[in-house]
């Protein structure tokens, strides 16, 4: 008797989109990542006829049939627990204390669901790409915020007791604004890691540093909109405008900071930092300032082994799954749950 070949799926639902991803049975990739709209603002019935497009297109381009699907991943860019989802932030208020992991898996006619955060699935997915790679994996993403995920060797993210584990942006940073300020997070907290690295953090330091006097004939200072000199900081540092470094300078090195306290919790081995800095022209320069952060904070066992000081026991690497990394993160774990 011949068994019949299965399959995982790896659905991605981000603000705007949905990537998804089928992978077989060993874990390799079937055919192309698909990518569609999520709607997530239309409330979570939308996004699943979303997903379910996104599965037939899997499915139908690869000639694999829904029932051999055996698993599917999900994650959702909101805190959730068992499948409910308790915070809202980017999605329509209808998600928010539904369970959405198990009326997602009734629809597709119950195919079994493993639902986590954005944050654990770029984990996750960083660690199936490192196929070499069997310890644990920190990750930390700066993009609008700062996400971040724990992967345990073998390849479970550590997820804490009630989902709510590795909110790496908001551990608490020991340094303040030239004013003495300390400054104020998306949260509602004060001095977050998050509002020193991530995009929301640029638009304020661009603010400040363009307001000083010494800056008044900087071109950025054009009546171009906050929002918009954030994201073109990007191309002045990798012309080398002085001004663009020092802010990259200053969030690589708090960077450092927070990963010291981070690697001194969790001693992972192994450090990726996402996000889209991994695809500028000055990343080494960036990942020298993280370096410098990390030094000032971090105890040099952390750095290298006191025995063998030749053993690096801290190792730094930038992301490598690109756009695909969370969808393929739930997809592999949603076979390490259902095979
Ligand atoms: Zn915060």
Known sequence: ??????FFAGLDIGGTTVKSVLIDGEGELVGEMVEVRSHVKNGYEATFAQLESALDQLTGSSGVRRDQIAGVGLDVPAPSSEGVIWAQANLGSDWVGTNVRDLFSERIGGIPVYMTNDGNAAALGEYAVRKKHFGS???VA???????????PGGRAWEGANGLALEVGHI?????EEDGSLPQCSCGKLGCLEAWVSLVALRRRVAIELAKPENAAHPLNDGT???????????FAERRDDLAIGIFRQ?????????ADLVRVFDPGLVVIGGGLAETGFR??????????????????????????????????WATG???????GVAFAARERFS
Do not use: C
């Not at 008797?1 to 299965?6: A, F, H």
């Not at 066992?301 to 690096?312: A, G, K």
């Open 225 to 235: 909109p906050v929002e918009e000199k954030a994201f073109r900081l990007r191309e």
């Open 172 to 176: 608490s940073i020991p340094h303040r």
């Open 1 to 6: 008797m011949s068994t019949s070949p299965v």
């Open 284 to 317: 080494d320069q960036y990942l020298e300032w993280i370096y410098q952060g990390f030094r000032e904070r971090a105890w040099p066992v952390y750095l290298n082994s006191p025995i063998h000081p030749e053993q690096i026991t801290t190792v730094f690497e």
């Open 137 to 139: 994996l920190l990750l």
């Open 142 to 152: 700066p993009g609008t915020g700062l996400g971040g995920g724990f992967v345990l």
């Open 322 to 328: 690109g756009d695909a990394a969370a969808a393929v």
């Open 251 to 259: 969030q690589g090195n708090l960077l450092g900071y927070g990963l």
